[in-house]
């Protein structure tokens, strides 16, 4: 519905382990917000990305990183995975310019289980 | 970035009007409202943006008193299918859109 894309839809991995997640923007966007949400509760910003670079973060360690690429889509890819990663990733996207105010449109997520 | 309080559910029966009520007292002057709607494992879905007044759309109509620190998010003759988890966000706009902070939001079930 909102032309936010995310792959794949489900995950299951192990502790340890390395994964990366995909969001395709939505046309005309050139913003990307990243979020986790655990169950039960509300998104949890991660990061954001404008013009391919991280452009404010959240209360998240560095092993969780980023890229947005030229065409806006973006990645999002998580080191050493822990059990309390097991979440679902939310992908928002927006367009930024100035003097205007945005609304951030969210995919589907991609639900990450961690074993 | 703004906190906002939310109620942690709400009921109500089909056909009548329900108003959700979110405190955001520090809410700074370039701060924008925004509602969102929620199903289980999908992503937030907009619903409607105001900054004061009243703002209103084809699915709800959000209230914003003068002194801005609460807005009241307003879906008139609800369905079973509005049941849902309601997120109220405060936060600029431009590239600070992705920074606002979310709650736990306020979840809402609609009964026949």
């Known amino acids: 519905e909102t032309g936010v894309t995310q792959s794949p839809t489900h995950l299951i991995k192990t502790r340890g382990q390395q994964v990366t997640l995909r969001c395709s923007s939505q046309s005309g966007h050139n913003t990307v917000s990243w979020y986790q949400q655990a169950l039960g509760q509300g998104p949890q910003f991660i990061f954001q990305y404008y013009r391919e670079e991280e452009n404010g973060r959240g209360n998240f360690p560095p092993r969780f990183s980023g890229l947005q690429f030229p065409n806006y889509s973006s990645e999002l890819n998580v080191n050493a995975l822990e059990l309390d990663d097991s979440a679902l990733y939310l992908c928002?996207?927006?367009?930024?310019?100035?003097?205007?105010?945005?609304?951030?449109?969210f995919g589907p997520g991609t639900r990450l289980l961690v074993l | 970035l703004a906190k906002t309080t939310q109620p942690i559910s709400m009921d109500s029966y089909e056909g009548q009007e329900v108003n959700i009520t979110c405190s955001h007292n520090n809410i700074a002057t370039n701060d924008y409202i925004t509602w969102y709607q929620q199903f289980p494992s999908q992503g937030p879905r907009f619903i409607i943006q105001?900054?004061?007044t009243k703002v209103t759309n084809e699915v709800a109509s959000l209230f914003i008193p003068a002194d801005r620190k609460s807005s009241t998010l307003s879906l008139p003759r609800v369905s079973l299918s509005d049941t849902a988890v309601y997120y109220c966000l405060v936060g600029t706009g431009n590239t600070n859109a992705g920074k606002s902070t979310f709650g736990d939001g306020t979840t809402l079930t609609v009964k026949p």
């Open positions: 928002a996207s927006s367009r930024f310019s100035q003097g205007s105010r945005e609304t951030q449109y």
């Open positions: 105001g900054y004061k």
